[in-house]
């Protein structure tokens, strides 16, 4: 039993938060400078519906998952509109020396890749979360379990998810709203390292060395990015769907019904969703959409810009959903951004300058 009692206080140290004040005002001062030097600026849309929400649910933050950058990127914009920074789940590849403790002081505490074969992490690490839950304190995790290498949603992880509806039905505080969020970039940090993967190289491990190689590229102009808040997924409405919403778990360790799993299932997807719906149409987007699509990446220009602006304009006349963005820029403003971002060039014709990848 002390045996017992000892590894589960080991267990606890290694996950919890340790929030701190100065920690976050910290980083709220790190992070301003790192993002006037990394990027053009950084655009937010429909965070209205964050406020609005704040006032009668537990929030649970749901971004998609691109770059390291994305937690960072989320809590500075959720601080400086005023609102309470999310206790974060990150994995624990990224608990080293030095940045674990800055993680944690503003919000993050550690999960590790898999329970399977540890009863004991299992009730430890459910215990923690239910206490998160009761005292109202919004949450952030990430959907799709790891970063995307390509750009595209990965299937959802359902572990955290189904471990908030553990504690949502067995002590029920605020109810729950999940806010899918997307997130993306014109440039990527770790955009060479995710070539070199999808091209057969071994994924790296995080390291503080890595950390230090990146900050490196510190001076590179990256574009801007966008925070787009999109659909919000109701878990009492999921449930009620599936039928389960007056279904109550006792203890930390009692099982869920199949039902309720199914409702877990429903609500990753429809989170998933609602992240599509929210993407954001970016310059890059457009440039990336119709060079890639020709036989050896280039263009005419004037060709260039007639699709351009067609593909502009049929997303404006059309568009996917309601909080989708697309970019104000005209098909000429897009390839004068593209060659102030280094990822095009034009190259000289007689009979007319094309357009390639840079």
């Not at 959409?289 to 060709?303: G, M, Q, R, S």
């Amino acid at each position: 039993m002390i045996e017992a009692e000892r590894r589960a206080i080991g267990y606890l140290n290694e996950i919890v938060s340790d929030y701190s004040h100065s920690a976050v005002r910290f980083a709220d001062m790190a992070l301003t400078r790192l993002w006037t030097q990394l990027y053009d600026g950084v655009e937010v849309h429909n965070f209205s519906t964050v406020r609005e929400l704040a006032k009668d649910y537990e929030i649970i933050y749901t971004p998609c998952h691109r770059s390291h950058i994305d937690y960072l990127l989320l809590s500075y914009v959720i601080y400086k509109r005023g609102m309470m920074v999310p206790y974060i789940a990150a994995g624990d590849n990224l608990n080293m020396p030095f940045v674990g403790q800055l993680l944690r002081g503003g919000g993050a505490f550690f999960i590790r890749r898999t329970f399977r074969g540890n009863g004991l992490y299992t009730t430890v690490f459910k215990e923690y979360l239910f206490n998160i839950l009761s005292r109202n304190t919004p949450l952030e995790y990430f959907i799709e379990g790891g970063r995307s290498r390509t750009g595209r949603l990965l299937p959802p992880k359902t572990g955290m998810l189904a471990m908030t509806v553990h504690s949502h039905l067995r002590g029920r505080a605020k109810p729950i709203v999940f806010l899918p969020t997307y997130v993306g970039y014109e440039r990527l940090m770790e955009g060479a390292t995710y070539v070199g993967e999808m091209n057969g190289k071994p994924k790296e491990g995080e390291s503080v060395l890595g950390i230090v190689k990146t900050l490196r590229k510190i001076e590179r102009i990256f574009g801007k990015v966008h925070v787009n808040f999109g659909e919000p997924v109701f878990l009492d409405d999921v449930l009620k769907q599936h039928g389960v919403e007056n279904v109550k778990i006792e203890k930390n360790d009692d099982a869920m019904p199949a039902e309720v799993s199914d409702a877990v299932t429903s609500s990753a997807h429809a989170i998933l969703e609602n992240i599509n719906r929210a993407a954001v149409i970016n310059p890059v987007s457009l440039l990336s959409l119709i060079l890639l699509a020709t036989a050896k990446h280039t263009l005419d220009e004037e060709i260039c810009i007639n699709q351009l602006d067609t593909y502009r304009n049929l997303l404006t006349a059309l568009p996917y959903d309601a909080r989708m963005q697309v970019t104000p820029l005209s098909g000429k403003e897009i390839i004068a951004y593209g060659l102030k971002l280094k990822l095009i060039k034009r190259v000289k014709h007689v009979l007319g300058d094309i357009i390639a990848i840079e």
